[in-house]
């Protein structure tokens, strides 16, 4: 029995050592951060929600005639943006101030057309789904508030050059976040000359044209013209 009772004083005793040295040794020992080096991600493929939105309406484009009287143009509509890449502005009177999409905007631009008050065919919307589309769109009121600036539009991107090979499909020269839609503005009445698509039946778009922001391999080398006379 006294032999058992020395045991357990003995194991006690190391206990008690081992936690008093582990609450000296520990007290002494700062927290080291180590921060973590993030890499930058790879290029991730755009969002693919919304291309084929107007799908149902690929073979109404397809079969429309085109209204060369009322054809808009890329420079008209550049032009009704503060840069390549704004929401493009309202260049029309408004029924009210504090217009709801639902209610007033998409009854002309939720599916285009001519529209005879305004001597002009309708824009379509990408996204009929944001309904109040004047937290983005604004009208033109301010032709005569701003003084002259320095400030400087970007270059709008061209059209006819950013094929990556001759006679490959064009690369999309724009983000697609809030322009998944491409026959929105590719097709249909609205459609400015410059980008109208001959085939709005092909409703994957993306099945041959791929954004310019996926970044080619650094280590690759890109050519992009061929010498065919080699």
Known sequence: MKRFRNIVIFLAICIATITLWNYFDNSQVETVYVPLIKEPAPPSIPLEKGVFKRSSHALEYANMPIDKEHQRS??????????????????????????MGAKTCLKCHQNGGFVKKFNASAPITPHPEYVNCRQCHVAQKTQSLFIASNFKKIEAPSV???NALLGSPPMIPH??????????????PSAPKEIRVSHPERVNCRQCHVPTDLKVNASSTFIRKTNYDK
Do not use: F, K, V
């Not at 503060?82 to 029924?95: N, Q, V």
């Not at 983000?175 to 097709?187: F, N, T, V």
């Open 74 to 99: 890329l420079d008209t509509y550049y032009n009704n943006r503060a840069y390549p890449g704004a929401p493009p502005s309202i260049p029309h009177p408004l029924e009210a101030e504090r217009n």
């Open 175 to 188: 983000q697609i976040r809030m322009r998944e839609s491409c026959l929105s503005c590719h097709a249909g």
């Open 160 to 162: 006819g050059n950013n």
